[in-house]
């Protein structure tokens, strides 16, 4: 079985700093892009960054030149360092990962989510 757990959600002042770390577990045989989402109440789930293996990365517009995505290929990990954090930033922040298990076809992934709230 194959989990994604995030951690490094919490509440924070307008303009802090938070780093979210997603780490996947269990038999993977290969892992391509791995990424972050957010949902906030109301509204749809969104991209927010996403990196291939090789280290090309996307960002939302909205958090271009505040947030920054990384991995560790070796730990089978994603993070998201955000920065300059705004109210409008408050959501749930959701880890996915398109991997294979061996003997199985690529499939995406989601983690259970974890909050951040962003205080004016």
């Known amino acids: 079985q194959v989990q994604l757990v995030e951690s490094g959600g919490g509440l924070v002042q307008a303009g802090g700093s938070l780093k979210l770390s997603c780490a996947a577990s269990g038999i993977i045989f290969s892992i391509n892009n791995m990424g972050w989402y957010r949902q906030a109440p109301g509204k749809q789930r969104e991209l927010v960054a996403d990196?291939?293996?090789?280290?090309?990365?996307n960002y939302a517009d909205s958090v271009k030149g505040r947030f920054t995505i990384s991995r560790d290929n070796a730990k089978n990990t994603v993070y998201l360092q955000m920065t300059s954090l705004k109210p409008e930033d408050t959501a749930v922040y959701y880890c996915?990962?398109?991997?294979?298990?061996?003997?199985?076809?690529?499939?995406?992934?989601w983690g259970q989510g974890t909050q951040v709230t962003v205080s004016s």
């Open positions: 990196i291939t293996s090789g280290g090309s990365t």
């Open positions: 996915n990962a398109e991997l294979k298990r061996l003997g199985f076809t690529f499939k995406d992934y």
